[in-house]
Antibody, heavy 122, light 108 residues
Framework: EVQLVESGGGLVKPGGSLRLSCAASGFTFSHAWMSWVRQAPGKGLEWIGRIKSKTDSGTVDLAAPVKGRFTVSRDDSNNTLFLQMNSLTTEDTALYFC?????????????WGRGTMVTVSS | SYELTQPPSVSVSPGQTASITCSGDNLGDKYACWYQQKPGQSPVLVIHKDTKRPPGIPERFSGSNSGNTATLTISGTQAMDEADYYCQAWDSSTASYVFGTGTKVTVL
């Protein structure tokens, strides 16, 4: 079964750090371009970062609001995606989804996890 | 930065057609896709590459994209189609995926 399972969310104080993980199964993770998308409570979807496959350079791209604070990495040997979040603010409070960007035939986010909640509060 | 604008809400009677627009500069030059999100659930891809339906998505969902507007059309809308819908495109100038503002579809 194709699946993405996020973990690592929780309550953190402003200025703190958190590392999210996403365990992938049911597809060839090493070939996939992976992204993180977040959704603040009652708000819309916001893309925050992606990492290409290593065969496509492994480049990381980040959205402007998180550049310099967040980074995306991957461990292909363990089929796991990571999101390292530093200097967190209350505006980072959201449900964080791990998602796969499908191949050139799809050109869209075709697999989504259920999300892990991050709450930034003092 | 690139922006995609959607109407906040659309209401439709059961069996009728719902059309949801997504507006952005020269959006027709990019591929648009659409996601459905029901309360408490993760988004689901319903249209990709402007017009294509993923496996398992009902034929009543269709898409188009031209000029500055992409449109998701739900024909013969059913109660189960009540959800939030988001368009999305890739902005190469900023190397960013961009989501639309979202539209709540209510089936009255």
């Amino acid at each position: 079964e194709v699946q993405l399972v996020e973990s690592g969310g929780g309550l953190v104080k402003p200025g703190g750090s958190l590392r999210l993980s996403c365990a992938a199964s049911g597809f060839t993770f090493s070939h996939a371009w992976m992204s993180w998308v977040r959704q603040a409570p009652g708000k819309g979807l916001e893309w925050i970062g992606r990492i290409k496959s290593k065969t496509d350079s492994g480049t990381v791209d980040l959205a402007a609001p998180v550049k310099g604070r967040f980074t995306v990495s991957r461990d292909d040997s363990n089929n796991t995606l990571f999101l390292q979040m530093n200097s967190l603010t209350t505006e980072d409070t959201a449900l964080y989804f791990c998602t796969r960007y499908g191949d050139s035939y799809v050109d869209a986010f075709d697999i989504w996890g259920r999300g892990t909640m991050v709450t930034v509060s003092s | 930065s690139y922006e995609l604008t959607q109407p906040p809400s659309v209401s439709v009677s059961p069996g009728q057609t719902a059309s949801i627009t997504c507006s952005g500069d020269n959006l027709g030059d990019k591929y648009a896709c659409w996601y459905q999100q029901k309360p408490g659930q993760s988004p689901v891809l319903v249209i990709h590459k402007d017009t294509k339906r993923p496996p398992g998505i009902p034929e009543r969902f269709s898409g188009s994209n031209s000029g500055n507007t992409a449109t998701l059309t739900i024909s013969g809308t059913q109660a189960m189609d009540e959800a939030d819908y988001y368009c999305q495109a890739w902005d190469s100038s900023t190397a960013s995926y961009v989501f639309g503002t979202g539209t709540k579809v209510t089936v009255l």
